[in-house]
């Protein structure tokens, strides 16, 4: 079967002056244009190409990589505003829909909004869609507290920066917990902290608990290393000069001191922390 809106694996069938015709286990086929085929292709061939339709509505392969795929979110581009709705920049020649119904607000061209890909069953076209609260999973939470996940920065509020967490959840990263500059449309590493009753997800850019302390004291220590074995933070310092200095937040600092102290690697002093002669 062949899955429009995604990537597919397909065996080169013949070719022809259009292209390639590409096909599945199922007998179906599809054209890879000209434009896409490589002199190293060959009859037999197994490739990976993505499938969506074209300006004539056929269903067509290509090897270009999109911005988004089925299923997911991204911040993407208005390339341009017409009566059908706005167009959006999502990699591939034909642009990607948002109808009107879909906006939030007014889509304007040349601005960046998070939108979400999804096929419209009764056209088989995909669509993106801009009103992205409606695709959150809240009911059936596949991940746990602690569990690793990827995110996507998205904007900020007065608690923190909104996010998407792997292309299914809406999450937050709490300001407390933000150690450095999040760009939106940033995709990064995060961790579970609590699945609200709401089906949110709380986020921490930092691994919970005792598993953040090793990597931290060894960041400590290479810095160390690099100046004279001083340090001139304590756990009195200011959180924001942690975070120029070491990217990490004052909590994560001061566990992983007590870490590098307990193994006497190194000293506390009044206004620094020294290596251990």
């Known amino acids: 079967m062949m899955h429009i809106g995604q990537y597919n694996t397909l065996t080169i069938l013949r070719f022809t002056n259009p292209g ?8 179906n086929d599809v054209l890879l244009p000209t434009k896409y085929i490589t002199a190293d292709m060959s009859i037999g061939d197994e490739i990976e190409v993505f499938l969506y339709l074209d300006s004539e509505d ?9 911005l988004i795929e089925l299923n997911s979110f991204e911040f993407l581009k208005v390339k341009e505003v017409t009566h059908f709705g706005a167009f959006l920049d999502w990699g591939l020649e034909k642009d990607l829909l948002v109808p009107f119904k879909e906006q939030s607000l007014k889509m304007e061209e040349g601005k ?12 088989q076209r995909l669509v993106a869609s801009a009103k992205v609260k409606r695709f959150f999973e ?14 996507l920065i998205c904007d900020t509020t007065d608690l923190g920066k909104n996010v998407v967490v792997n292309d299914t959840y809406s999450g937050l990263i709490y300001n407390s917990d933000i150690f450095r500059f999040l760009k939106r449309g940033e995709r990064c590493k995060g961790y579970v902290t609590k699945v609200r009753e709401d089906g949110k997800l ?13 990597p931290n004291s060894e960041l400590i220590l290479k810095y160390l290393e690099k100046n004279d074995g001083k340090l001139r933070l304590t756990d009195k310092s200011d959180p924001d000069a942690i975070r ?4 990490m937040s004052k909590k994560t600092f001061k566990q992983a001191v007590g870490n590098l102290y307990k193994q006497r690697i190194i000293e506390i002093h009044e206004d620094h922390i020294a290596l251990v002669n």
Do not use: C
């Open 244 to 247: 120029e200095v070491l990217g």
């Open 202 to 214: 709380d986020i921490s850019l930092e691994k919970p608990g005792f598993q953040k302390i090793e």
């Open 58 to 66: 056929r269903l067509v392969a290509t090897t270009e990589k999109p």
């Open 20 to 27: 390639a015709y590409l096909g599945d286990d199922d007998d």
């Open 112 to 123: 960046y909004y998070l939108v979400y890909l999804y096929l419209d069953e009764a056209t």
């Open 138 to 151: 809240t009911e059936h939470i596949l991940v746990n507290e602690k569990d690793e996940v990827d995110v």
